[in-house]
T-cell receptor
Framework: SQELEQSPQSLIVQEGKNLTINCTSS?????LYWYKQKYGEGLIFLMM?????EEKSHEKITAKLDEKKQQSSLHITASQPSHAGIYLC????????????????FGQGTILTVHP | KAGVTQTPRYLIKTRGQQVTLSCSPI?????VSWYQQTPGQGLQFLFE???????NKGNFPGRFSGRQFSNSRSEMNVSTLELGDSALYLC????????????FGPGTRLTVT
């Protein structure tokens, strides 16, 4: 089965600093999602990457999927307290039938704290 | 468009009871997936429904079941509740599956006492 490893597990930064969160897969990724979660709440969709080498940006957040499609990174520029939360990567992988349909496997999450 | 809605938001049940959770997907979305989130195990996939058919199932006991209606609304049922079933239950909807953007609801917090 596919496993996702996120690093670091937690991150504390000063407001205004840049930061990067990594997500590494044990298998080829067929789709990689990034979500943000406030404790005890639902997941907020950030970005979805499907093609090797793909890069997407939204406001101050940029996500990349490497060429071999086994690693993704999430970069936040000039962090703000509003960026604080838990960041989760989720991956789709092909099952024996050739598709994972609606199933995502998630990493353990990265807890981000931003100090004003 | 309205987002994914889940009801109820909070629930307290006693061991041995059963519970039904509801999820209404984004209008036009036909795929609904369910996940369980706990501090120890993280986010784990339960099952996915598309056009009223279960397409994929995670490694959970048969006490966990679900269904989807013709309007794409989905319910999940947990019978004979155990203390370990206490968790945040999240549903996600997409138009067709993980090749498309998948959006999550706010979750139902289930506490089993």
């Amino acid at each position: 089965s596919q496993e996702l490893e996120q690093s670091p597990q937690s991150l504390i930064v000063q407001e205004g600093k840049n930061l990067t969160i990594n997500c590494t897969s044990s298998k080829t990724l067929y789709g990689l999602y990034w979500y943000k979660q406030k404790y005890g709440e639902g997941l907020i969709f950030l970005m979805m990457l499907q093609k090797g080498g793909e890069e997407k940006s939204h406001e101050k957040i940029t996500a990349k999927l490497d060429e071999k499609k086994q690693q993704s990174s999430l970069h936040i520029t000039a962090s703000q307290p509003s960026h604080a939360g838990i960041y989760l990567c989720g991956a789709a992988s092909a099952n024996a039938g050739g598709t994972s349909y609606g199933k995502l496997t998630f990493g353990q999450g990265t807890i981000l704290t931003v100090h004003p | 468009k309205a987002g994914v809605t889940q009801t109820p938001r909070y629930l307290i049940k006693t061991r041995g009871q059963q519970v039904t959770l509801s999820c209404s997907p984004i209008s036009g979305h036909r795929s609904v997936s369910w996940y369980q989130q706990t501090p120890g195990q993280g986010l784990q996939f339960l099952f996915e429904y598309f056009s009223e058919t279960q397409r994929n199932k995670g490694n959970f006991p048969g006490r966990f079941s679900g269904r989807q209606f013709s309007n794409s609304r989905s319910e999940m049922n947990v019978s004979t509740l155990e203390l370990g079933d206490s968790a945040l239950y999240l549903c996600a909807s997409s138009s067709r599956g993980v090749s498309y953007e998948q959006y999550f609801g706010p979750g139902t917090r289930l506490t089993v006492t």
